[in-house]
């Protein structure tokens, strides 16, 4: 049961005597599928892993209102900076990142968005979001997010480019989507604030913040996502090691998303849970959904 390939990539490379005994394994985020992925597609993959991330009552769940909710808590923890009225820059119009956007807008933000994917642009604009590349963004930015598990996102130019007192901080899996090596090398001077807060300054005077050592902040500064979210996660990963065990013999040493039947067996579980009942559909409209020669 892995977080970000880091297990995987441990096994494969330093402990391969073992890799033989492994029936397979479960993947729990966005930036660890796509590595599996390219060990897939490179055929080292060396036993099935099921990417839990890309059940539905994963990524819409723990993504978007999970790491939405919890990415806030840690930047308002962090810093107690008011959001309403101010600039906040949200890179990526992922599951995560618009859930922070969301979030954001939610408690008055200005939120401004910028994207690679034409796609999620436009979604973005479309949900009513202010699209700009982030070398423009940066320039009118008060608190920059990053969560696209992409490298440099904020670069050395951006940095240059930023308002006195700008904050930045990071929610995408690893601590590589702002350049700290950049911030570092452009600053004058370095000092600890407060707990989570490096302030740099510039040779200029401008003074920028960096939350959490630009790891994920929502863990550095607050507490993670609540277990009412994380509960759908964490069924799917045993639902699915149960489902590895049960068809050991018959997986390849592949990507698997999560079968459907676990996924909507989740979403079931948790509705119960949450004491919401549904409607079922009747035989008469079983069989109508089911026909295409009726309503025509
Ligand atoms: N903080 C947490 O607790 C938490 C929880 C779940 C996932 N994650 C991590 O967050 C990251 C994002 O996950 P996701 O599920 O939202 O992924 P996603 O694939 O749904 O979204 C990522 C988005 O970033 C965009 N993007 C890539 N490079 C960009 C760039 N240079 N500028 C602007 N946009 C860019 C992509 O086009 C995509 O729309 C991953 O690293 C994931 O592992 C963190």
Same mark, same amino acid.
Request: with cysteine.
């Given at each position: 049961?892995?977080?970000?390939?880091?297990?995987?990539?441990?096994?494969?490379?330093?402990?391969?005597?073992?890799?033989?005994?492994?029936?397979?394994?479960?993947?729990?985020?966005?930036?660890?599928?796509?590595?599996?992925?390219?060990?897939?597609?490179?055929?080292?993959?060396?036993?099935?892993?099921?990417?839990?991330?890309?059940?539905?009552?994963?990524?819409?769940?723990?993504?978007?209102?999970?790491?939405?909710?919890?990415?806030?808590?840690?930047?308002?923890?962090?810093?107690?900076?008011?959001?309403?009225?101010?600039?906040?820059?949200?890179?990526?119009?992922?599951?995560?990142?618009?859930?922070?956007?969301?979030?954001?807008?939610?408690?008055?933000?200005?939120?401004?968005?910028?994207?690679?994917?034409?796609?999620?642009?436009?979604?973005?604009?479309?949900?009513?979001?202010?699209?700009?590349?982030?070398?423009?963004?940066? =320039?009118? /930015?008060? @608190?920059?997010?990053? &969560?696209?598990?992409?490298?440099?996102?904020?670069?050395? +130019?951006? !940095? #240059?480019? %930023? =308002?006195? /007192?700008? @904050?930045?901080?990071? &929610?995408?899996?690893?601590?590589?989507?702002?350049?700290? +090596?950049? !911030? #570092?090398? %452009?600053?004058?001077?370095?000092?600890?604030?407060?707990?989570?807060?490096?302030?740099?300054?510039?040779?200029?005077?401008?003074?920028?913040?960096?939350?959490?050592?630009?790891?994920?902040?929502?863990?550095?500064?607050?507490?993670?996502?609540?277990?009412?979210?994380?509960?759908?996660?964490?069924?799917?990963?045993?639902?699915?090691?149960?489902?590895?065990?049960?068809?050991?013999?018959?997986?390849?040493?592949?990507?698997?998303?999560?079968?459907?039947?676990?996924?909507?067996?989740?979403?079931?579980?948790?509705?119960?849970?949450?004491?919401?009942?549904?409607?079922?559909?009747?035989?008469?409209?079983?069989?109508?959904?089911?026909?295409?020669?009726?309503?025509?």
């Amino acid at each position: 049961m892995d977080d970000g390939a880091d297990l995987v990539s441990t096994l494969h490379k330093e402990r391969t005597d073992l890799l033989d005994e492994i029936m397979g394994g479960t993947e729990e985020t966005t930036t660890g599928v796509i590595r599996l992925r390219a060990m897939a597609s490179k055929g080292v993959l060396r036993y099935p892993i099921i990417a839990v991330n890309d059940a539905m009552t994963k990524h819409l769940f723990d993504n978007r209102y999970g790491t939405g909710q919890s990415t806030i808590d840690g930047i308002v923890r962090a810093t107690n900076t008011l959001l309403a009225g101010r600039v906040l820059v949200v890179a990526g119009y992922g599951w995560c990142s618009r859930g922070i956007a969301l979030r954001a807008r939610g408690m008055g933000a200005q939120v401004v968005v910028t994207e690679v994917d034409p796609l999620r642009a436009l979604e973005a604009v479309m949900d009513g979001f202010r699209v700009l590349p982030m070398m423009e963004a940066a =320039r009118i /930015g008060d @608190i920059f997010v990053t &969560s696209t598990g992409d490298i440099n996102v904020i670069d050395g +130019p951006h !940095l #240059e480019v %930023m =308002r006195d /007192g700008a @904050i930045l901080a990071n &929610s995408g899996h690893f601590n590589v989507e702002v350049n700290i +090596p950049a !911030l #570092e090398a %452009m600053a004058v001077e370095k000092q600890r604030i407060r707990d989570y807060v490096d302030q740099y300054t510039m040779p200029d005077g401008r003074r920028i913040s960096l939350l959490g050592e630009g790891r994920l902040i929502n863990l550095a500064a607050a507490e993670g996502h609540p277990a009412s979210v994380m509960d759908m996660s964490f069924a799917n990963q045993a639902l699915c090691a149960e489902h590895i065990a049960k068809n050991a013999g018959n997986l390849h040493n592949d990507v698997y998303s999560v079968p459907e039947e676990i996924d909507k067996e989740v979403a079931r579980l948790k509705l119960h849970a949450m004491g919401i009942t549904i409607d079922t559909l009747t035989p008469e409209q079983k069989r109508y959904l089911e026909s295409w020669e009726e309503g025509t």
